[in-house]
Each structure stands twice: as structure tokens, then as C-alpha cells.
């Protein structure tokens, strides 16, 4: 399975972006997919996650503003950023988690798309 991830870009203090993670190739199942951040010089974070039922949880500095969500039609999963703040500026990267036809579980990372907020 591979990603790619786009929608970042520059915007001011309080605004919005939409971040898209879209899969190809085959899978028998996605497990779960995930947005993870890193910001300069700071470990790699979860911001959020949804399984494959459609459960979600969120990292505590984006409770709220952030939503993550996932078109199963396009294979595509989205993370809505809302009243973004300074501090949520970092590479984004999306992650699935997903189960191939030997019922082995793997993980597969998109590229990473940056988000800058500008206060």
C-alpha cells in the first residue's frame, strides 16, 4: 500500500486547511489509519487516528479544532484542521495500518506534507 499526502501549506493563525492521505494498491483490510506531526527538532507525534469501525482519538492540543475522517469509497482518509494555532506548524504525515492476504499486519507511511502557521 502506498500514500500520498497533500493539502498542506501557509496559513494564518486561526484558519483551515484539509489534509488528504490517499492509498493504492491491495489490501485485504486498513486496520486504522493516523496522522502524525513532527515539528523542528521535536519526536514525531500522533495528532489522530480512526480504525477501521470508524472509532477516533485525538491527541489533547487538537481536541476540538482538529477532525479526522475517512472516505472508504476513495480510499481516502482527510484530517480537517480548524483555529489553527502557531504551534501547530510541523510536517504532517499520515499512516495506515493495514492487513494483507497472509493476514500479516504491516504499516506504510505517506510522504509528509508541510503546515506552516503564521501568527
Known amino acids: 500500500v502506498q500514500l500520498q499526502a497533500s493539502g498542506g501549506g501557509l496559513v494564518q493563525a486561526g484558519g483551515s486547511l484539509r489534509l488528504s492521505c490517499a492509498a493504492s494498491?491491495?489490501?485485504?483490510?486498513?486496520?486504522?489509519m493516523g496522522w502524525y506531526r513532527q515539528a523542528p527538532g521535536k519526536q514525531r507525534e500522533l495528532v489522530a487516528v480512526?480504525?477501521?469501525?470508524?472509532?477516533?482519538n485525538y491527541a489533547d492540543s487538537v481536541k476540538g479544532r482538529f477532525t479526522i475522517f475517512a472516505d472508504n469509497t476513495k480510499n481516502t482518509g482527510y484530517l480537517q484542521m480548524n483555529s489553527l494555532k502557531p504551534e501547530d506548524t510541523a510536517v504532517y504525515y499520515c499512516?495506515?495500518?493495514?492487513?494483507?492476504?497472509?493476514?500479516?499486519?504491516?504499516?506504510?507511511w505517506g510522504q509528509g506534507t508541510q503546515v506552516t502557521v503564521s501568527s
Open positions: 499512516n495506515v495500518i493495514f492487513v494483507q492476504y497472509d493476514s500479516s499486519e504491516h504499516s506504510s
Open positions: 494498491g491491495s489490501a485485504v483490510s486498513m486496520n486504522a
Open positions: 480512526i480504525t477501521r469501525r470508524g472509532v477516533t
